[in-house]
């Protein structure tokens, strides 16, 4: 008898396809949304990768360019309305307010100081956005992925326990194929909620720290501006 249930569980296809195959319309469709979650993952995490390469690039560039002693409104010229960068964008918002702040005789509309902020402030909300973005399906997968994973194993469970009540048997051909599918979900649960919650943490301290650096490029900024509007009065 032993060798019989033996050589049936040699028969079972327990490769990750095979496993696939075999499991219940639930725990494929388990394994299917786990699936399609990895892989959106991966992709938010690569995309974001090269969004915050590309952006450390783009600060220091603008910051050599800013520094370089070339005028505010040359550079404002430059860029135009509509520029790329986020430090270009914050520069802008704050160059755009600081010229609707003067008045056609020359002067200075009462309140300028606190509108340049705001206009910065805004396109500081819109950079944080920005880099924010996706990093919640990162926080959501971590936090789901292993309790889908863990419904698929419940259901693989209940799936082998069924086939040793209607084989009236407990060998190893009869309970496996339900244990593998069930530990399987396990496994995909796993392989989605780990790197989704290792990255998302280190995704979003670097979206912090590009979002800290300009709030410093901001506040030095508007210092300057400050100056230039004692200067005006």
Do not use: C
């Not at 926080?139 to 040793?164: D, H, Q, Y």
């Amino acid at each position: 008898m032993e060798t019989e249930a033996l050589a049936a569980a040699r028969e079972i296809d327990f490769s990750i396809l095979g496993l696939f195959a075999q499991a219940t319309i639930t725990v494929k469709l388990v394994m299917v949304i786990l699936l399609i979650s990895s892989f959106w993952s991966w992709s938010i995490i690569i995309q974001k990768f090269i969004n915050y390469r590309k952006s450390r690039r783009e600060n220091s560039a603008f910051e050599e360019v800013f520094w370089s002693g070339q005028p505010l409104d040359e550079l404002y010229e430059r860029l135009g309305e509509n520029p790329d960068s986020a430090p270009e964008k914050v520069f802008v918002a704050g160059m755009a307010e600081w010229r609707r702040s003067h008045r056609s005789d020359g002067g200075l509309i009462a309140g300028a100081q606190a509108r340049i902020d705001r206009a910065m402030n805004v396109a500081l909300g819109r950079v944080a956005d920005e880099l924010n973005k996706g990093l919640i399906v990162l926080a959501t997968t971590g936090a789901i992925a292993p309790f889908v994973g863990l419904f698929g194993t419940v259901w693989g469970i209940m799936n082998a326990f069924k086939e040793i009540s209607n084989q009236q048997s407990t060998n190893l051909a009869v309970v496996a194929p339900g244990i593998a599918e069930a530990l399987l979900a396990t496994a995909l649960g796993l392989l989605a909620a780990i790197p989704a919650v290792v990255f998302y943490n280190k995704l979003s301290g670097d979206a912090d720290r590009l979002t800290a650096e300009q709030e410093v490029f901001a506040d030095e900024f508007s210092m300057i501006l400050s100056r230039q509007l004692d200067r005006s009065e």
